[in-house]
Nanobody
Framework: QAQFLESGGGLVQAGDSLRLSCAAS??????????MGWFRQAPGKDREFVAA????????AYADSVKGRFTISRDNRRNTMYLQMNNLKPEDTAVYYC??????????????WGKGTQVTVSA
């Protein structure tokens, strides 16, 4: 099964921007075979959907809370997905994870979570 490594998080102020990356590696189906998504988990809360992009990279979906501020993209040649986050808000503070996605949820059967990348937004 493919493995994913998230990076790019950090401590920023409200209104700042960050760009997260998700690099895929390992055996199994190639990165370009999956619709991919970003998910996040804040302390004391369940993991939630943030954004997803289809196999081609031409179609995407976003949670209402990030629509208009975040942009998801992918580069299948580099086996990498990105999340450009603009106008960050304190409520965006969470650990961000990437995973194969289906219908705004984690693809059934996926269980190889990476360590995620911490995003902390101060007011």
């Amino acid at each position: 099964q493919a493995q994913f490594l998230e990076s790019g998080g950090g401590l920023v102020q409200a209104g700042d921007s960050l760009r997260l990356s998700c690099a895929a590696s390992g055996s199994g189906r190639t990165f370009g075979s999956f619709a991919m998504g970003w998910f996040r988990q804040a302390p004391g809360k369940d993991r939630e959907f943030v954004a997803a992009v289809d196999l081609s990279g031409r179609n995407s979906a976003y949670a209402d809370s990030v629509k208009g501020r975040f942009t998801i993209s992918r580069d299948n040649r580099r086996n990498t997905m990105y999340l450009q986050m603009n106008n960050l808000k304190p409520e965006d503070t969470a650990v961000y994870y990437c995973a194969p996605a289906f219908n705004r949820a984690v693809r059934t059967g996926f269980n190889s979570w990476g360590k995620g990348t911490q995003v902390t937004v101060s007011a």
